[in-house]
């Protein structure tokens, strides 16, 4: 295929195909807010003294993270029909994703709570502070901090991993290239097109992440 006709194709499909990118950023800044803090609550579950906490915190992260993204979206989507819970497509994505986000990152929120200094938590006990403020007050902003780059950096793959989703259905950027290739058979030019696409956003976060992270060693 001539230069011509790769441009012509990237003219045809670029409008929808960006359509498709605000719905994969729509799905990873959903999916960031959802399973971001609830990985904060199972990293606290799991490191509670009391067993009725900790394990059932522990069994879900562990099955979050041996899962595949991709089983657990066919699923939400495919499985639960059967005993009743239906849900749309991208209700699906963001419910599948949130929860294998969640298991992620609570273990990089977990690897960063326990990096704060044992001297810091003493500190706290010293002044006879409860529990609950040393965790509120001294535990989880330095460990959320140290945490940080670990997870802007999942935030990245997460980008990425949305292109699961066309499997379900939902029409993001992968979900139109294919969609785009059927009714053009010029699968190398709009999937080509596609990974320009990712690669762009991705580099860009990149950039971003690495200046956050250095903003956050400053301070």
Same mark, same amino acid.
């Given at each position: 295929?001539?230069?011509?006709?790769?441009?012509?194709?990237?003219?045809?499909?670029?409008?929808?195909?960006? @359509?498709?990118?605000?719905?994969?950023?729509?799905?990873?800044?959903?999916?960031?807010?959802?399973?971001?803090?609830?990985?904060?609550?199972?990293?606290?579950?799991?490191? *509670?003294?009391?067993?009725?906490?900790?394990?059932?915190?522990?069994?879900?992260?562990?099955?979050?993270?041996?899962?595949?993204?991709?089983?657990?979206?066919?699923?939400?989507?495919?499985?639960?029909?059967?005993?009743?819970?239906? %849900?749309?497509?991208?209700?699906?994505?963001?419910?599948?994703?949130?929860?294998?986000?969640?298991?992620?990152?609570?273990?990089?929120?977990?690897?960063?709570?326990?990096?704060?200094?044992?001297?810091?938590?003493?500190?706290?006990?010293?002044?006879?502070?409860?529990?609950? @403020?040393?965790?509120?007050?001294?535990?989880?902003?330095?460990?959320?901090?140290?945490?940080?780059?670990?997870?802007?950096?999942?935030?990245?793959?997460? %980008?990425?991993?949305?292109?699961?989703?066309?499997?379900?259905?939902?029409?993001?950027?992968?979900?139109? *290239?294919?969609?785009?290739?059927?009714?053009? %058979?010029?699968?190398?030019?709009? %999937?080509?097109?596609?990974?320009?696409?990712?690669?762009?956003?991705?580099?860009?976060?990149?950039?971003?992440?690495?200046?956050?992270?250095?903003?956050?060693?400053?301070?």
């Amino acid at each position: 295929m001539s230069e011509t006709s790769w441009l012509s194709v990237w003219a045809g499909a670029l409008p929808e195909m960006l @359509d498709g990118l605000k719905l994969s950023l729509l799905i990873t800044v959903v999916v960031i807010l959802i399973g971001m803090p609830l990985g904060l609550l199972l990293s606290l579950g799991s490191g *509670s003294r009391l067993k009725i906490v900790r394990w059932p915190c522990f069994a879900i992260v562990e099955i979050g993270r041996g899962t595949p993204a991709l089983v657990t979206l066919y699923i939400i989507y495919y499985g639960l029909p059967d005993i009743g819970l239906t %849900f749309s497509a991208l209700i699906s994505s963001f419910i599948g994703l949130s929860i294998t986000t969640a298991a992620y990152s609570c273990e990089y929120i977990r690897s960063g709570l326990r990096s704060v200094p044992r001297s810091q938590i003493e500190a706290g006990q010293a002044l006879d502070l409860k529990w609950s @403020d040393i965790y509120r007050k001294i535990v989880i902003p330095q460990g959320m901090r140290i945490a940080i780059p670990a997870l802007l950096g999942y935030s990245i793959q997460l %980008f990425q991993m949305t292109s699961l989703t066309y499997n379900i259905t939902v029409r993001e950027i992968t979900g139109i *290239s294919y969609s785009y290739g059927l009714q053009t %058979f010029q699968y190398l030019a709009v %999937f080509a097109l596609a990974g320009l696409l990712y690669a762009a956003v991705s580099t860009l976060c990149t950039i971003l992440v690495a200046w956050l992270e250095r903003s956050v060693a400053l301070h």
